[in-house]
């Protein structure tokens, strides 16, 4: 079964050090997410890219965040700007144009010291 | 704006006994809602969502609009069942992106 995949499994980078994390979606998908979870705390919704811009974002994606898909598989996140309170459980995320499902990646660790 | 209720950050049950996890809802929309599963150290992963109806490893779960809620249930508890659940909605727009609940842990004790 395809499945989404993400990398790196686990960074440790200072605070102010810019992040990206990767993804490769599920090949036939055309809407991407990117989804945290400050451990102990629940799975929230940063931002959705569809089409080659951003259709929807939260609060949380605020200037130091960007996202980006640069060639036809990846999809990228970047903190610009490391802050403490970033370090999470990104999780990437795609679903079909007409597929109702969300299929997750395995998440990457960000540990901002 | 949505918001999505797991009232149990942990539940412990003995296997065979019977597993009820909860979940409540508050949206203006029609909802549409899902559990989703997290094993130790996997990737979430779709358990069921409510327009299919489905029992996914034993699992069900029914949309109450009354109660708003969407309750997990299974008769009988094993213990691969063991895992964080979440509860999520997903709102109307153009992306459909999920809210999730806070997740409860389960733990099947042998």
């Known amino acids: 079964e395809p499945e989404v995949t993400q990398t790196p499994s686990h960074q440790v980078t200072q605070m102010g050090q810019e992040v990206i994390l990767r993804c490769v979606p599920i090949s036939n998908h055309l809407y991407f997410y990117w989804y945290r979870q400050i451990l102990g705390q629940k799975v929230e919704f940063l931002v959705s890219?569809?089409?080659?811009?951003?259709?929807?974002k939260s609060e949380i994606f605020d200037d130091q965040f960007s996202v980006e898909r640069p060639d036809g598989s990846n999809f990228t996140l970047k903190i610009r700007s490391t802050k403490l309170e970033d370090s999470a459980m990104y999780f990437c995320?795609?679903?079909?144009?007409?597929?109702?499902?969300?299929?997750f990646g395995e998440g990457s660790w960000l540990t901002v010291v | 704006a949505q918001r999505v209720t797991q009232p149990e950050k942990l539940l412990s049950v003995f296997k065979g006994a019977p597993v009820e996890l909860k979940c409540n809802y508050s949206y203006s929309g029609s909802p549409e809602l899902f559990w989703y599963v997290q094993y130790s150290r996997q990737r979430l992963q779709l358990l069921l969502r409510?327009?299919s109806r489905e029992s996914i490893k034993g699992f069900t779960a029914d949309l109450n609009k009354g109660e708003t809620s969407f309750h997990l249930k299974k008769p009988f508890a094993q213990e691969e069942d063991s895992a964080m659940y979440y509860c999520a909605l997903r709102v109307s727009g153009s992306a459909r992106q999920l809210t999730f609940g806070s997740g409860t842990q389960l733990t099947v004790l042998p």
């Open positions: 995320a795609s679903r079909e144009t007409v597929g109702n499902t969300i299929y």
């Open positions: 409510h327009i």
């Open positions: 890219f569809y089409n080659n811009e951003i259709s929807e």
